[in-house]
């Protein structure tokens, strides 16, 4: 798929996520719903999902779509951890060649991970997408993922968030 095109998709996407998350008030059912629509969008995604702050310094797994997740992972371990301890997105083209890569799924072979940041500053989970495909995300992914997390941000605003 052409840069181009992504880019597009992510368009569709994101208006489909801000359209049936409007007004809901559930957070797990917001995530699910990213996570669904992102996950069937997308041919190279093989794990979509979220890792959410449960305790200090703690993500915990859930809501995702693929294979098994880590079930916790904390801030100072793996590409999870490090974009939830830094707050930056992670953008990892090969994990073989990153030593804080967590092998949750072998068949992992790039990933990014987006921290999911309200206005104050307050880290509320973490977005990772990872593909069986080494260098597979481009520009558009991130840009995209980008923006989704901040809808979601803002979706928290009027959620119970746990």
Known sequence: MKDCDRASRYREVIDRIASVTDGETDWISV?????????????????????????????????????????????????????ARTKTVQWV?????????IACASSTQSEVVIPIVTQEGKLLAVLDVDSDEV????????????????????????????
Do not use: K, M, N
């Not at 801030?75 to 974009?83: D, K, L, N, Q, T």
């Not at 083209?93 to 890569?101: C, G, K, M, N, Q």
């Not at 995300?137 to 993922?145: E, M, S």
């Open 31 to 83: 995530l699910s719903t990213t996570a669904c629509e992102l996950h069937h969008a997308f041919a190279h995604f093989h794990w979509t999902g979220f890792y959410r702050v449960t305790a200090p310094f703690l993500l915990s797994v859930g809501p995702y779509q693929g294979g098994h997740g880590c079930l916790q992972i904390a801030f100072g371990r793996g590409v999870c951890g490090r974009a």
């Open 93 to 101: 083209r090969d994990v073989s060649a990153d030593p804080e890569h």
């Open 135 to 162: 260098d597979v995300f481009v520009q558009a992914d991130i840009d995209g993922l980008v923006e989704v997390a901040a809808l979601l941000a803002l979706r928290a605003t009027g959620c119970a968030v746990t």
